[in-house]
Nanobody, 114 residues
Framework: QVQLVESGGGLVQPGGSVRLSCGVS????????MGWYRQAPGNQRELVAD???????SYVDSVRGRFTISRDTAKNTMYLQMSSLKREDSAVYYC????????WGQGTRVTVAS
């Protein structure tokens, strides 16, 4: 059974940075196209960044240039470095495959506020 554990969120000032982590157990992330999702209140969950098996990455326009997705296959952990944060980045952040077919973790909340 796959378990996803997101961590690293918190209260961040606008313009600040934070790094999220996604620990995965039960599967090796090196064999899956993985992604970071977020869900703000009243909104659907959206995929904001993904990293493919071969290492290619892609981002939605709203975060491109500010967020960086990466992974450490030895630690079976994925990361999302978030910089130049805006209030509209406030959301609960989740990790999963890009098809979202694993059981969702609890997410980690990022609140961007002064």
């Amino acid at each position: 059974q796959v378990q996803l554990v997101e961590s690293g969120g918190g209260l961040v000032q606008p313009g600040g940075s934070v790094r999220l982590s996604c620990g995965v157990s039960g599967r090796s992330i090196r064999f899956y196209n993985m992604g970071w999702y977020r869900q703000a209140p009243g909104n659907q969950r959206e995929l904001v960044a993904d990293i493919r098996i071969g290492g290619d990455t892609s981002y939605v326009d709203s975060v491109r240039g500010r967020f960086t997705i990466s992974r450490d296959t030895a630690k079976n952990t994925m990361y999302l470095q978030m910089s130049s944060l805006k209030r509209e980045d406030s959301a609960v952040y989740y990790c999963n495959t890009i098809s979202g077919n694993w059981s969702w973790g609890q997410g980690t909340r990022v609140t961007v506020a002064s």
